[in-house]
């Protein structure tokens, strides 16, 4: 093995093991979160942040233009079952036509799991929805984690890294991935925004969610680094 492979692997393997740190550190801060919200801890970041997305003499009435309540409500569907579900099917399907089907396997099969995990998950911890104000959206399930900011990181960043291994220019992936990053991170916002759930049932979300998604790129690069190509 030339010198330049070598360097090359070498470089591979160090992205491998800080990715596996990072999702083990994910994993840990999730199961930390989880079970202080099993438990009913309410944090006091948490009531700070949430209040401080509302007027202090009109709890009803969240900070900004009534067009930012529309925009909260219009990007906390992008992380919502409908959407995401449609984005999905459309991109697992543009995979296989592409032939492309390990992608499309890893691709479907990750966000599947994900939402059984995410479904099993709330009715496991079972925190109940914030209290301290109205909600702006409707809710039905319970409060940890949050599935938008839990699902949003799994369909978007996963999809954006199988079509940034895809692209040659460093800026095409940087663009790709950090697209998917900010969506993920507005949809988050929107939710404690909205007052439908606690910050820290996004940021357990994220966490998650960030963690599945990274876990099902390695497994796409590890795989079939070939055909991400293709």
Same mark, same amino acid.
């Given at each position: 093995?030339?010198?330049?492979?070598?360097?090359?692997?070498?470089?591979?393997?160090? =992205?491998? !093991?800080?990715?596996? @740190?990072?999702?083990?550190?994910?994993?840990?801060?999730?199961?930390?979160?989880?079970?202080?919200?099993?438990?009913? /801890?309410? +944090? =006091?970041?948490?009531? $700070?942040?949430?209040?401080?997305?509302?007027? #202090? /003499?009109?709890?009803? %009435? #969240?900070?900004?233009?009534?067009?930012? =309540?529309?925009?909260?409500? /219009?990007? %906390?569907? !992008?992380?919502?079952?409908?959407?995401?579900?449609? $984005?999905?099917?459309?991109? %697992? *399907?543009?995979?296989?036509?592409?032939? =492309?089907? !390990?992608?499309?396997?890893?691709?479907?099969? %990750?966000?599947?799991?994900?939402?059984?995990?995410?479904?099993?998950?709330?009715?496991?911890?079972?925190?109940?929805?914030?209290?301290?104000?109205?909600?702006? /959206?409707?809710?039905?399930?319970? *409060? +940890? #984690?949050?599935?938008?900011?839990?699902?949003?990181?799994?369909?978007?960043?996963? !999809?954006?890294?199988?079509?940034?291994?895809?692209?040659?220019?460093?800026?095409?992936?940087?663009?790709?991935?950090?697209?998917?990053?900010?969506?993920?991170?507005?949809?988050?916002?929107?939710?404690?925004?909205?007052?439908?759930?606690?910050?820290?049932?996004? @940021?357990?979300?994220?966490?998650?969610?960030?963690?599945?998604?990274?876990?099902?790129?390695?497994?796409?690069?590890?795989?079939?680094?070939? *055909?991400?190509?293709?």
């Amino acid at each position: 093995m030339s010198a330049d492979l070598k360097a090359a692997a070498g470089h591979i393997e160090a =992205r491998m !093991l800080l990715a596996f @740190l990072a999702i083990v550190l994910a994993v840990l801060g999730f199961a930390a979160l989880a079970a202080e919200a099993r438990e009913g /801890d309410i +944090f =006091r970041i948490d009531r $700070i942040l949430l209040l401080a997305f509302r007027a #202090p /003499d009109h709890l009803d %009435t #969240p900070i900004g233009p009534r067009w930012v =309540r529309e925009a909260a409500r /219009d990007v %906390t569907a !992008l992380g919502g079952f409908t959407v995401l579900t449609l $984005i999905s099917v459309c991109a %697992t *399907s543009m995979l296989l036509v592409h032939r =492309r089907r !390990l992608q499309a396997a890893v691709f479907a099969g %990750t966000v599947i799991a994900a939402q059984i995990a995410a479904t099993l998950l709330k009715q496991t911890v079972d925190r109940a929805r914030p209290d301290l104000v109205p909600h702006l /959206d409707l809710v039905y399930s319970a *409060s +940890f #984690p949050s599935g938008h900011a839990m699902m949003a990181p799994v369909v978007y960043l996963t !999809l954006a890294a199988v079509l940034a291994a895809g692209e040659r220019p460093r800026a095409a992936k940087v663009l790709l991935l950090g697209g998917a990053g900010l969506v993920v991170v507005a949809v988050g916002i929107s939710r404690v925004y909205l007052g439908v759930h606690w910050p820290t049932d996004v @940021l357990g979300g994220w966490a998650l969610g960030s963690a599945i998604a990274l876990a099902a790129a390695i497994v796409l690069v590890r795989a079939a680094p070939r *055909s991400l190509e293709a």
